[in-house]
């Protein structure tokens, strides 16, 4: 399997939300219908539509302090909720042999019930899924132009270079030596869980402050009904999470 990968350094963000509208531009995705909130975020959320959202963090305090977090699916390397669909509804989650994304499927419907178990599996609160067509949706590392040597549309839309990709063995090295020279200046800097997922983040502060999902909710990453499962077997095994 060829292994392609992220690297969204923060640091570099600028919050325009090109890559949020260059998402839904390339995947032909309807805008939302939202309300003012009172924050420059828009949607407030993730959706069937939705497959890339900017968060704002904006804690109060005496002086301004903005944290930008553009979120979207990680593409975890042993990717949980696809071991709770292979179960509850074969063949929903694949992983794309060209480039180790990690795919909905379009095709196969899922129940409620095994939509909240798949969606509970996550650590990252991605999972989305149409109720009225039981198809579930999020990004799929544009991967009909990422095969074919192209970038995602967000990483090529994106004006401060805060977004990267390529093969995972140099995006590695990238966001290693990328995290040493902000270290320099911002001692809590951080790359999140770089083992497990093809979305690696560089954060220059404590992740909680850009958004509660930026790590893994959990340490096993799985529903509970197979946690305890796998318990009951022997196999239970924790993969590494940072944060």
Known sequence: MADKSFLIDTTKCTACRGCQIAC???????????????????????????????????PAGESVSWYFFPDQCRHCVSPPCKEVADAKAKGAITIDEATGAVIFSPKVKVKASDFKEIREACPYNIPRINPATGIMAKCTMCVDRTREGLLPACVKTCPSGAMSFGDRKAILEKAQ???????????????????????????????????????????????????????????????????
């Open 24 to 58: 839904k531009q390339w995947n032909q995705r309807p805008a939302e219908k939202t309300v003012n909130t009172g924050s420059h975020q828009n949607p407030p959320d993730l959706s069937v539509n939705t497959w890339k959202v900017v968060r704002f963090s904006e």
């Open 177 to 243: 030596k990328r995290l040493e020279e902000v270290q320099r200046l911002h001692k809590e800097a951080t790359l999140v869980s770089p083992e497990d997922v093809r979305t690696i983040y560089l954060l220059a502060d404590d992740p909680k402050k850009y958004y509660k999902h930026a790590t893994a909710s959990n340490t096993l990453g799985l529903s509970r009904k197979l946690a305890f499962s796998r318990s009951i077997e022997g196999e239970s095994k924790s993969p590494h999470v940072s944060g």
